[in-house]
Structures are given as C-alpha cells and as structure tokens.
C-alpha cells in the first residue's frame, strides 16, 4: 500500500509532459494528464464513493477512480495498467482495475482495494446517455431480426424506454431494471422470463470489450469466440464490456399479472414445473405463460402483505400465513400485444380454473398492468424503502442454484426447518425454476453439475435494516443453509457467488475451472482485473 501511495503521489506531482495530446514518452500508470481533464481521480470524495457497494459489508478504497467519457479512456487505463503490470510483475503486487456498473453487488465484487482502480461506468453512462442504445428494428442482411447495440454502461431501463419507443423489447429480463448491461451479462441476469427465453446472457449476439491486455475487441459465437463466451458470466474477469448486441423482439403492450397462494410446497413446486414444461407450449395441457417465479410468505410479526392483493383481502390473507406460518406464492404473467385483449382472460380463465393447478381455492389474484409497469415493479418499492432510509443497509443476500431433485429436501431442511427456527429472514425469499436447455454450456456461468433439464433459483434477498439483529445473524443463517446443502450432498451452486480464496473458487466452477483458468491467462493474464470477486487475488 505505502508503495502505491508513493508512486501516486510521484505519478500526480510531475511535470506535465503530455498536454495537448502531444506525447513526448510513454505515459506513467495513473498519469492523471494522459486523461481527459478531471477524468482520473484520487481525492476521498471519488474514492470514498468508489468504497461501498449495495450490500455495505465489503468497504475497499481504491487508490483512484476514472470518470470515463469514452471508451477510449478505458482502454488508455488497461492499457496503461496492463503495461504496469508487465514491467513490475516480479512479484510485486498487481495493479488492479475494476468495471463499476451500478454497484448492486452485495460483496465487494465491483471494487478494488488500494492498489486499484475504479472504473465508473455511470459516468461513461452520463457522458454517452442519448447515444448509447441503438434500436435497429429492421436489420439488412441475413439476420433481419431486431436488435439493439446498447451501451456497458447502460441501464437495462434505458434499454426498455428506448426499446418501446419502437415496439420491440429484449425478451429475458431481471426483476430489477436499474442495473447495468455489462454488470448482468458478467453474472447471467435472470428472472420470470428466464425459463423460456433464457438469462440475458443468452439473449446477445455480439460485444465490444476492451480485454486485461487493453484491447479493444469485437466478439461473437462467430468471432473471436473464445472470448464471447468466456465474458458472458465471467464476472468481470476478462474485459471491460463496452458494447452489447441484444436481440430483440415485438413488445407486449399490457400483462395479466396473476398470484397463486398454496400451502403445500410439493403442490407449488409441480404447478411450477408443469408450468414451464417445454411441453406446454404449442398448445399443450396448459396455455403458455410469459413469466414464472415464487416466494415465501413468511409470519413475521405480522407484516402486512404486498401492495398487490386487494385490500380487502388483506386480513385473511394474514390469517392464512399466520395459521400456516409459511405460505408459497406462484406467480405468473400472460403478456398481451393489442390493447383490450379478450383473449387474456380466457386464457387466465383456462389457466387458473380448468388448469387445475393445485392452489388454495380462494386464493388466486389477478391485476391488469403495462409492460413497462410491470417490469418496473420493483422501482416504487426502492422508492419508499429510500424514503425510509431503509435501501443503503446491509443486504447479506444468498443466492442459490438447487437441482430439481433434490427441491423437496431443499424445501423441508430450508424452508421449513432453517428458515422458520431462526424465524430472522427479512425481505423477499424467491423460489422458482429453469430449464437449463436455455442455458449455454460454453459460456462462464456456473449450473449445478446434475444432468437434470430443471433447477430453480433460491434468493434470500436479506435486509438488515427492518430488525434488530444485524446482518450478522443473517449471515450466520446463510451459513446453516450452505452447511445443510453440503451435508446433505444437494449439489447447489451460488448465484452471484462470493468466496474468499482460489481453492474455493476452483471448487465452485467444478468441471469449468480448468477452462476458466485458461482464458483468464489469454485475456488478462497480469490478472488486473475485477479483484473484489476475489478469484484469482483472494
Ligand atoms: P456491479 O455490481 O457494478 O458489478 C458487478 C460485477 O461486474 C463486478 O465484478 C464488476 O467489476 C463487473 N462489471 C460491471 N460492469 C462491467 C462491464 N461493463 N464489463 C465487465 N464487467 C463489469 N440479478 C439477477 O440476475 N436477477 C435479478 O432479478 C436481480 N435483481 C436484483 C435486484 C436488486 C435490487 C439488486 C441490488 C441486485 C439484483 N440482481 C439481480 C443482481 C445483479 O444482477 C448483480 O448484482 C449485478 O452485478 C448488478 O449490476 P451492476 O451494474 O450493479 O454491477
């Protein structure tokens, strides 16, 4: 550390040499003229802001943030860090560079510590906001399929408003839009549509990255492969994505958003899976829904439950998960393309009452929303949570991929056991499943390793603010599930996964390692970037 300060405070106290763009030699790592004018900073009000993420249990101060606003400042820092690191890599330290989208991580993962730098992607985002999602809804050439070219940095609601615009929107989405385009595809971003058309990282055709060695390339499946898969869920380890080709498709103008309370969580995990079958499709048993997920309804002192149900419905609705005490709520979404669609509701109607799914009778929900409302949905719950100053707290989330085999296990030493026992969890737990053949092997992202075509998604989306207990015992709870899950052989994986040294990290991507190893050597082989997930600098 005292190193790096040195150097800074040489680098920052030189003669300028290199104004006007005129180069006279090579520019020295964190040569704050080789910038454009403010672009590189190192004061505490930069670096300070650069030193906490959504969770607020990592807290790593870098020694400088760049405020791109180009991609060409972007590639200046790898390249310039990348040489950095060539020169001095005699076991020093490395030089650390790391991508800040939207800093929803909940552990560090956007973060470098004091040997680093930030790159703060929501001001590239400022500095390009009307230019960097471009809609082409008819394509020359053999593809002829919208897409859209969208900025790293952008927002996936920029992505949705400029979309819109021309009735076409992406397919697969998160269930929260403020997050950005090259933070989601460096995890998978999943959510409700994902059973159909696959996580997000499956929904790209090309991209733009500026690679650990400070090049700037375009890849695809068809082009520079290797590298096209390896940053799809790879976590920021092999490139800054600057560029994202999302393909796209008509939008939906309204959705019928529909809620489905059972008691019995074999009952809701087969409704869930029937739901999503492949075999639904094209006129299957069941009509096709756009959208499926789930959550726990949990007796927690009473808590009031969402804004969703009708009032009035509210009380035996709380008496219902106070009698059970754990109650699973199925969700689903009928999209609609033509304003005053009949056809919705026959279909909720063939769905919900001749479908027979096997909710609690009495206790099905059905609201009208817009697609953007309804994809937006989570946006007034941040709203009033800011206005309570309950969004800046600790968040210990647990993400979790379980084998459809072994969800009633899952169900009965988590939900029933764990989760009930400690009777802690706060916020929203979320339980529904995929199919894995929308997924693609080639890519980064980790699936549990059994040959099964479903898994679900577990998200313990804690917050620590609403009680007394602290994000500790929240933590200690995350514990008790992964010691269960171990013990008991389950076979999941982390979703956003968060270790702390290599070996673990080996053991985490399994049959993958070896693979992720050796493109991490061919794309950043100082091993520079995205420290703060702590794979290869634990
Ligand atoms: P950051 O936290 O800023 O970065 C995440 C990682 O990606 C870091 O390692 C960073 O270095 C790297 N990175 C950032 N930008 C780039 C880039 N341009 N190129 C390469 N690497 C980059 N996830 C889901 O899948 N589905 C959900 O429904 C969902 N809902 C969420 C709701 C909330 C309220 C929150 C807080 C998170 C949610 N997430 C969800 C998790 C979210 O997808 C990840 O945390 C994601 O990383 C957040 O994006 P970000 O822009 O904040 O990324």
């Known amino acids: 550390a005292t190193y790096f300060i040195l150097l800074l405070f040489i680098i920052t106290t030189l003669p300028i040499s290199t104004l006007n763009g005129t180069k006279t030699s090579k520019p020295q790592l964190l040569d704050i003229n080789y910038f454009p004018t403010g672009a590189l900073r190192t004061d505490p009000a930069a670096t300070t802001a650069a030193a906490t993420d959504y969770g607020h249990i990592v807290h790593r101060r870098p020694a400088a943030v760049l405020h791109p606003s180009s991609v060409d400042d972007i590639v200046k820092l790898l390249n310039l860090a990348h040489d950095h690191n060539n020169m001095n890599n005699n076991n020093t330290t490395t030089f650390t560079v790391a991508a800040r989208g939207r800093s929803h991580s909940v552990r560090g993962q956007a973060m470098a510590a004091e040997n680093g730098v930030v790159v703060d992607m929501m001001r590239l985002r400022t500095a390009r906001y009307n230019s960097n999602v471009r809609v082409v809804v008819s394509p020359r050439g053999h593809r002829r399929r919208p897409y859209a070219d969208v900025g790293g940095e952008a927002l996936w609601i920029d992505v949705l408003d400029a979309t819109l615009r021309h009735g076409v929107a992406p397919a697969s989405w998160t269930d929260y839009l403020h997050l950005t385009v090259g933070g989601t595809l460096s995890n998978a971003g999943i959510g409700g549509q994902s059973f159909r058309h696959g996580p997000q990282i499956s929904n790209v055709h090309e991209m733009d990255v500026v690679t650990g060695t400070g090049k700037l390339v375009t890849c695809s499946p068809s082009n520079n492969t290797d590298l096209f898969y390896a940053v799809l869920g790879g976590l920021g380890q092999f490139g800054i994505i600057t560029r994202a080709r999302i393909a796209l498709h008509p939008a939906p103008k309204r959705v019928k958003w529909v809620r489905l309370l059972y008691s019995d969580f074999a009952a809701f995990t087969k409704d869930q899976e029937r739901l999503i079958s ?39 609705i709380t008496s219902l998960v106070a009698r059970h005490r754990l109650v699973y709520c199925l969700e689903l979404a009928i999209n609609s393309y033509v304003d005053g669609d009949r056809r919705q509701d026959e279909l909720l109607e063939r769905l919900v009452v001749e479908g027979r799914l096997n909710y609690l009778p009495g206790f099905a929900y059905s609201k009208d929303a817009s697609y953007l409302e309804f994809l937006d949905r989570v946006r007034s719950g941040e709203v009033a949570l800011h206005s309570r100053g309950l969004w800046e ?30 009777n ?21 992202a980790v699936l549990p390793e059994a040959a099964e075509d479903v898994f679900y998604t577990v998200g313990f989306l804690h917050s620590s603010g609403f009680d007394d207990g602290g994000w500790e015992e929240l933590e200690e709870q995350n514990k008790e599930i992964m010691e269960f899950c171990e013990r008991s052989g389950m076979g999941v994986k982390q979703y956003l996964a968060h270790y702390a040294t290599t070996e673990e990290w080996a053991k985490h991507f ?29």
Request: cysteine-free; charged content about 25%; aromatic content about 10%.
């Open 278 to 316: 492949d075999r639904n499709h094209g006129g299957g048993v069941l009509p096709e829904v756009d959208y499926l997920e789930g959550s726990l309804m949990l007796h927690r002192g009473g808590s009031p439950p969402s804004s969703f149900f009708p009032a009035a419905d509210v009380p035996r």
């Open 424 to 444: 802690i969890t706060t916020g929203p737990v979320l339980v529904y499943p995929m199919n894995r053949n929308k997924w693609d092997d080639r890519t980064s």
């Open 510 to 538: 399994g049959a993958k390692w070896e693979r992720f190893r050796h493109r991490k050597s061919a794309f950043d082989p100082m091993k520079m970037l995205s420290p703060g997930q702590r794979i290869f600098n634990s």
């Open 393 to 422: 707290v600790p968040h210990p989330w647990l993400n979790l991929f379980v084998p459809k085999s072994r969800i009633a296990d899952f169900g009965s030493g988590v939900f029933r056991d764990i989760v009930l026992r400690r």
